[in-house]
């Protein structure tokens, strides 16, 4: 246990820092804000009200992090924005059923890796690994309220819209889109160059560029013959 008396007040900004922690001078941490032991924080970090830096986390420089922003377990690159109330570096949800029939939780013990110039939007989670690190590569932007579990692996130059759900140990390429509210299930890989419309499913791996919607996800023109044929039928009837 962290004795309170080994935290003190940071200058620049008023926050609280463990006295392990490594903090550059020109850092803003403030009222409100905490700064766990052997956190690191870099050049011109702005780390707002409210946000915890968990222990063995590091914040590259001139990233910024919002109001009640949680991290643990993980390394933020240079010049990202993490909006408030994102949550960095918790367990993947991983269970499995013991010889007693009883639910137990897997280990979850590795980390994540944000590359830089990374924009997350408020309130998305993103989970730590448990045989790979959770990994998002540089330039990618995530909207709102969207799900990173664990081992999943986001190429650069991505956009994530809002409620996008990513389940364990996806893998995704570079510049690829995903529309509001896709969901890619477990262990798929999704080539780069993609684009997926809104409300797509992605349940066996995409290996060509292009774009593609529907539930399962499939080449847009099949989709869109898909839906006017059903669209026929509906009429027909």
């Not at 905490?34 to 590259?60: C, E, F, K, W, Y």
């Not at 009883?102 to 980390?111: G, I, R, S, V």
């Not at 798929?188 to 684009?195: E, L, T």
């Not at 992605?202 to 044929?229: H, L, M, N, S």
Request: hydrophobic content about 35%.
């Amino acid at each position: 246990m962290v004795d309170h008396k080994e935290f003190r007040k940071w200058s620049n900004g008023g926050g609280l820092f463990h006295n392990s922690a490594c903090i550059d001078p020109t850092a803003v941490v403030e009222i409100g804000a905490v700064v766990h032991p052997r956190a690191t924080l870099g050049a011109n970090v702005h780390v707002g009200s409210g946000a915890v830096i968990g222990p063995s986390v590091t914040v590259d420089h001139s990233t910024t992090l919002g109001y009640n922003v949680a991290l643990g377990n993980c390394y933020i690159g240079d010049s990202c924005v993490i909006h408030s109330g994102v949550c960095i570096g918790q367990d993947g949800f991983g269970f499995f059923v013991d010889e007693l029939g009883n639910m137990a939780k897997k280990p979850q013990t590795l980390n994540v890796r944000i590359g830089n110039h990374v924009e997350i939007g408020a309130n998305t989670c993103i989970d730590r690994g448990s045989w790979r690190d959770t990994t998002v590569g540089d330039y990618t932007k995530i909207d709102n309220l969207v799900q990173i579990a664990h081992n999943v692996v986001i190429g650069k130059s991505c956009i994530l819209c809002g409620q996008v759900g990513i389940a364990g140990s996806a893998t995704i390429g570079d510049y690829v889109t995903l529309g509001g509210r896709v969901a890619i299930r477990d262990h798929v890989s999704v080539i780069s160059k993609v684009r997926l419309a809104a409300n797509s499913c992605v349940t066996k791996d995409i290996k060509e560029p292009g774009d593609y919607g529907g539930f399962p996800a499939v080449p847009v023109q099949q989709w869109r013959r898909q839906v006017a044929a059903h669209r026929w039928n509906c009429k027909k009837t």
